[in-house]
């Protein structure tokens, strides 16, 4: 290294100098435990997939109406069938 | 302290399981600081940490202290460990986008979020650069090892990492200055 790139930057070393970590106790592994971490990839945090879908009041109520129009809609059509 | 890694490697490739543990509560931390100031991600830091050690033990007879310091070796190999991992978890995130884990928000002191924003929002090899080159020390011709690239881009990167530093932190500057 011939010279410090950050000679003319005080600054950004100063804020750069701001950034700690802190280190949390990390058990040393001997084996790899796949089915552990698989697990716990499931339990972790997710999206809800039908969040914009019940977001909103008129959507909500859409989400609870359409199955009970569906199985209207598909009782109606048993009945038509029937006679 | 370089020497005495390597020496401690050395009596790990002898057998000496005690010079592991040597290794490890000395290395452990600016592994997992190195990924986390890269990932934000307390996890998946801590799992490339645990994943390089086991490599590292799987491999120990392949470190050559001729070529370069135990904790450059080290780094590369977490390097590789976390580029997979982001890879691999962009991949799954593309097929089932209803599984990205959430963001966890922090909370930090205002002038310790803007450098934090600043580092994150870096393009990756601006970002790893400058991470491995102020934070650990690292030569130029270290990280060319470490990321696989020439030294003359190490340099031109570090150069521009600053530059981009600086724009990112560039309100903060003039604010400060004119206080």
């Not at chain 2, 399981?17 to 190195?34: N, Q």
């Not at chain 2, 881009?153 to 530059?163: D, E, G, N, Q, Y």
């Amino acid at each position: 290294m011939n010279q410090d790139p950050f000679k003319n930057d005080q600054f950004i070393k100063s804020k750069l100098d701001e950034y700690h970590v802190e280190i949390p106790d990390i058990p040393i592994r001997t084996k790899t435990k796949r089915w552990d971490r698989f697990i716990s990839y499931l339990g972790s945090p997710a999206k809800n997939p039908i969040e914009p879908a019940v977001s909103t009041t008129n959507r909500l109520l859409l989400v609870k109406t359409v199955p009970l129009v569906g199985a209207a809609v598909l009782t109606l059509l048993q009945v038509l069938v029937l006679i | 302290m370089s020497n005495q890694e390597n020496e401690w490697m050395a009596a790990f490739q002898n057998g000496d399981s005690d010079a592991l543990e040597k290794i490890y509560l000395v290395l452990k931390g600016p592994l997992y600081s190195f990924i986390f100031r890269y990932t934000r991600d307390e996890q998946l830091s801590i799992d490339v940490v645990q994943d390089a050690f086991m490599k590292l033990q799987r491999n120990k007879h392949q470190f050559n202290p001729e070529k370069g310091r135990l904790r450059s070796y080290l780094f590369q190999i977490g390097y590789r460990i976390m580029i997979d991992k982001l890879n691999r978890r962009k991949k799954w995130q593309s097929i089932l986008p209803f599984l990205t884990p959430l963001p966890k928000e922090e909370l930090h002191q205002a002038d310790r979020m803007t450098i934090r924003e600043a580092v994150a929002r870096l393009p990756d090899i601006h970002r790893s650069i400058i991470l491995l080159f102020y934070y650990h020390d690292m030569t130029h011709e270290e990280i060319s090892g470490i990321l696989d690239i020439p030294k003359g881009t190490v340099k031109s990167r570090i150069h521009h990492a600053i530059k981009k530093l600086k724009e990112e932190l560039g309100e903060d500057i003039n604010e400060s200055r004119s206080l």
